[in-house]
Structure formats: C-alpha cells, structure tokens
C-alpha cells in the first residue's frame, strides 16, 4: 500500500481545481458574445469521455466515449489508439450538425498523451479551437 500523505493530497487537489478554474475563467471570457460549444475530455482508469456541451442551455449537445457499442472489441479502451477513435467520433458528430467553431476544454489535465491526441485529431478532421 502506498503511504501518500493527507497533506499531498490536499495540495493535489487544490492544484487541479485552480487549473479547472483557470479554464472555466478563460471559456467564460471567451464565449460572452456568443453561443460557443466547449468540448471537455475526462479520462478515467480504463475509459475515456469527450462530449460536447452547450455551456448557456446546459446541454450536452455531443458524447463520445470508449464504453460504446460502436467502440471496436479489439482494440484497448484506452491509450493513445483509443484517444484517436474518440476524436474522430466527436469529429464526425460535430460535423453532421453543421458546428464546427468549439472551446477544447482539456478538464485540468496536461495537455500530452491521450488528451494532444484528442485535440489534434479533432483539428485534422476540422474543429476550429
């Protein structure tokens, strides 16, 4: 068992949600003239979300993630490959109702790994952020 102090924690936890706010700050400045759709990415153990949301209507407008049935059986539900299939996914959604201008809210994570996966492969298919 790990011995992580309370104290780490703590400061763990404070340092993320300064990050979160930080984001939520930038997004609010951004989006007062008009309506922009923000796309958060959360990550957990073994799945990876990304989903759409209308930040004025409180909608989520788009989801994407790797617990889906449309998800491929053989591959990993996480990593950069399934990173990959998610943002295309979101990608094509996005498309298909016509709305390409978004926020890339990268929910206090670093942007390396699965979530620079995310936001590249969402440009080259077309979303402008």
Not at 13 to 22: D, E, Q
Not at 32 to 55: E, G, H, M, P, Y
């Amino acid at each position: 068992m790990s011995r992580i102090s309370k104290a780490f924690l703590r400061r763990q936890s404070r340092y993320r949600n300064r990050i979160k706010l930080a984001a939520k700050k930038k997004i609010a400045s951004k989006s007062n003239d008009f309506t922009i759709l923000r796309l958060c990415v959360s990550k957990f153990s073994r799945t990876i979300f990304a989903q759409v949301i209308n930040d004025d209507l409180g909608h989520t407008v788009a989801s994407v993630s790797t617990l889906s049935k449309s998800f491929p059986a053989n591959e990993k539900s996480y990593g950069v490959k399934a990173a990959d299939w998610v943002a295309r996914q979101i990608s094509d959604k996005m498309k298909s109702i016509k709305y390409n201008q978004i926020i890339f809210d990268k929910g206090g994570y670093k942007m390396h790994g699965i979530i620079k996966t995310i936001a590249e492969v969402s440009r080259e298919n077309g979303l402008e952020f």
